[in-house]
């Protein structure tokens, strides 16, 4: 691997986390936050005032009275309300389910308000976070590990070269629902969140969306799948989440990916389910649902693309493959292994076995076999054993060349195409000893 081939993960990281992690939470500031306000005639003076202060920061929305506001901030319609009662009363309604951050904002601002009206203000906490949650950063830790577990699992499922495609997505589909119920009771005996299972259907959804649009990527992006999850699932997702800072007070750009981005709906869904009586579940279920779809579909497409390679190749049109590296783990390397069974948890379960003998049934030893990639270049190199036998794992989903060499014997050569989830078996029969020849 070249210098920049083995430098451009890194770089990624750093340069990623500066600006996608700096920039939006260095200084945050509240964007087009909606404030129900009341009597209508208070909202149509403090509207202008407001945007002269601080133009684009809050949304007035003018209601009736504060039964009204009140119930704005319950439907999700707004995130805090100011209504003011007489010339020295007013009240400010919050909500801290939505972020602290974005409570803190609203409080300073509308006390400020109050202040320069000469009225008193009183603060009614509408929807508190659980108990065990006092900073209300607990659900967004919760929804971290839903989020990047599953990409990190398909990071090592693709080392998993006997498996074969439908197996790895019902493995990623089992750890999925492992994850979502073991996560969420977990947070529930911490006191975290709110005693509702329907959670655990949002934190499967979120495993499925990561987990098979990561691993349906795979095949076209090939070598660069960590560094364009990392930079969907991580670098992309969480600035723009509204869960380390609400949405609201990050800059536009990242404003915008909130409703589109997969851990930015599973918090709203979320949030909807534990604070809001379900409002407001419709978009984050169908984006939900749309990313592990389009999972799906890639994978699907894939499995096509890799079916009609292989009937190329076995018409004479290969071409040499680039094997997909990781560089987050370390990839699995061409070796020999044990030509016995391999029946227990834990063995290293052969891609390639085989044979040799003579004509007559008797084995051939110390046989030097060598298998060499698409391209020529040998991948490894093994002997047989006293009955004949060879093994090889770690090689590639790919047209490989095996080339036998044994004293005595006439060289040979086979083509194998090896996939995933099967244990392919190559055979050798040697009839014609040619006296003097000997392995390389």
Avoid at 15 to 32: A, E, K, Q, R, V
Avoid at 97 to 108: I, K, N
Avoid at 315 to 322: F, R, S, V
Wanted: charged letters at 15%.
């Amino acid at each position: 691997m070249s210098l920049a081939g083995s430098l451009w993960f890194p770089l990624l990281f750093f340069f990623g986390f500066l600006i996608c992690y700096m920039l939006p939470f260095h200084s945050p500031s509240p964007h087009d936050v909606r404030v129900a306000v009341a009597p209508p005639a208070v909202a149509q003076r403090l509207g202008p005032a407001l945007d002269q202060k601080a133009p684009g920061a809050f949304e007035v929305i003018p209601v009736k009275d504060a039964s009204a506001a009140r119930k704005k901030i319950l439907t999700r319609q707004a995130v805090a309300a100011y209504t003011v009662e007489g010339p020295a009363q007013a009240t400010l309604y919050i909500a801290k389910a939505d972020g602290t951050f974005l409570e803190q904002a609203a409080t300073s601002t509308f006390t400020a308000v109050a202040k320069q009206g000469g009225q008193t203000i009183r603060t009614v906490e509408l929807v508190p976070t659980a108990k065990g949650d006092v900073t209300g950063t607990g659900l967004f830790y919760l929804s971290m590990a839903w989020n990047i577990a599953p990409y990190i699992a398909v990071m090592m499922l693709m080392r998993a070269v006997t498996l074969s495609r439908r197996a790895k997505v019902l493995t990623l589909a089992g750890m999925g629902a492992f994850m979502a119920v073991v996560g969420f009771y977990i947070a529930l005996a911490m006191d975290v969140v709110p005693n509702d299972p329907l959670a655990i259907a949002y934190g499967f959804l979120i495993t499925q969306a990561v987990a098979q649009f990561s691993y349906g990527l795979v095949p076209f992006v090939r070598q660069f799948i960590p560094g364009v999850a990392i930079t969907l699932f991580v670098l992309l997702s969480i600035p723009s989440s509204g869960g380390a800072i609400p949405y609201q007070l990050v800059p536009g750009f990242f404003r915008a990916l909130h409703p589109v981005m997969p851990l930015g709906n599973l918090l709203d869904a979320l949030h909807g389910i534990f604070y809001f009586d379900n409002e407001g579940l419709l978009r984050p279920t169908l984006v939900l649902c749309g990313w592990a779809a389009a999972g799906f579909v890639l994978i699907g497409v894939g499995a096509y693309l890799q079916r009609r390679k292989a009937a190329q190749a076995e018409a004479g049109a290969t071409a040499e493959e680039e094997m997909v590296e990781d560089p987050t783990f370390e990839a699995p390397v061409p070796h020999a292994v044990s030509p016995a069974h391999h029946e227990h948890f834990g063995d290293v379960i052969p891609g390639l076995v085989g044979t040799v003998r003579t004509t007559s049934g008797d084995p051939v030893t110390d046989a030097l076999v060598t298998v060499l990639a698409t391209g020529g270049h040998q991948l490894m190199r093994t002997r047989t054993d006293d009955e004949g036998r060879y093994a090889a794992a770690g090689l590639p989903e790919d047209f490989v060349t095996v080339l036998l060499l044994a004293r005595g014997h006439t060289p040979a050569v086979a083509r194998v195409l090896l996939t995933a989830g099967r244990t392919h078996r190559q055979d050798f029969v040697l009839d014609t000893p040619v006296h003097g020849a000997h392995p390389a």
